[in-house]
């Protein structure tokens, strides 16, 4: 007789079948299959009669730890719960809605609010964009970039290893640069992109700089890979704007928040 039951998955086209129901919802989870990304991600799976009913991503590529699940709320809910006892004393998550009730009883729960997947889905609109003052970033401007980062957008996910990829674009002016925008995910080899750390300096905001880099990210993107997405606070209307006006549209909801263990309780990191 076939019971549901929880497990930690191995095997990529297993995986990547069910996430790519919804590509965009789980374009992320989809780049992190790459090679470039595998070794740094562990997987579980709520199963019944042998069919995966939701999926949890735990990803260690940064210091503070990234836990990604995104399937129906209910079935989530159950894989939390029965993962729990797995999971660290502090990590950052990206959720469905209510699906962080199943951790509370361990966890703090710090929230960042309600967040939306937008999908590249009208790829003409960007090419309206002058893009002729972009320039592609290198390894040899990873300190420039730092530093433009630590002034622009001090919150940063910024992962340097990502230049690896050259998807990574800036405008210059005054002899430093002013505009980026670059990728958290990129893979040739399963066709996604999630765009990532765009952003430009306070003195140069309001002259379209980041539409410029933006556009020509995806033009370049588009070449290589068949889903661009990006994750955006929901909130953030300038920055919703904007995605619009190059071909995003908004797909799919979910929320962030930050877990902290409960004083007494025992984390897998112990």
Not at 36 to 65: C, H, M, N, V
Not at 72 to 97: D, M, V, W, Y
Not at 183 to 193: C, D, G, L, R, W
């Amino acid at each position: 007789m076939n019971v549901a039951k929880m497990i930690c998955l191995h095997d990529k086209k297993e995986i990547e079948s069910f996430l790519r129901k919804n590509v965009y919802l789980n374009i992320y989870c989809i780049g992190d299959l790459d090679d470039f990304f595998w070794p740094y991600t562990t997987w579980y799976a709520y199963k019944d009669k042998e069919e995966i009913q939701a999926i949890a991503l735990l990803y260690s590529g940064r210091q503070l730890l990234t836990l990604v699940a995104l399937s129906q709320e209910n079935k989530t809910k159950h894989l939390l719960q029965n993962i729990i006892h797995l999971l660290p004393g502090r990590f950052h998550a990206h959720l469905c809605s209510g699906a962080q009730t199943a951790l509370e009883c361990k966890y703090n729960v710090k929230s960042h609010g309600k967040f939306y997947k937008m999908a590249l889905k009208n790829k003409s609109l960007m090419q309206k964009t002058d893009c002729s003052e972009v320039i592609q970033l290198e390894n040899k401007d990873l300190d420039e970039i730092l530093e433009f980062y630590k002034q622009a957008y001090p919150g940063n996910w910024f992962d340097s290893r990502m230049l690896q990829t050259k998807q990574y674009y800036g405008i210059r002016k005054d002899n430093r640069i002013i505009s980026i925008a670059g990728v958290h995910v990129y893979s040739e080899k399963y066709k996604v992109a999630a765009l990532g750390n765009i952003a430009t300096h306070p003195d140069y905001r309001g002259n379209g700089f980041g539409k410029s880099v933006t556009a020509k990210l995806c033009r370049e993107l588009s070449e290589k890979v068949e889903h661009i997405g990006l994750n955006v606070k929901s909130d953030n209307e300038a920055a919703i704007s904007m995605y619009e006006k190059l071909g995003f549209k908004a797909v799919e909801p979910y929320w962030e928040f930050t877990f902290e263990l409960k004083q007494g309780a025992v984390s897998s990191d112990n």
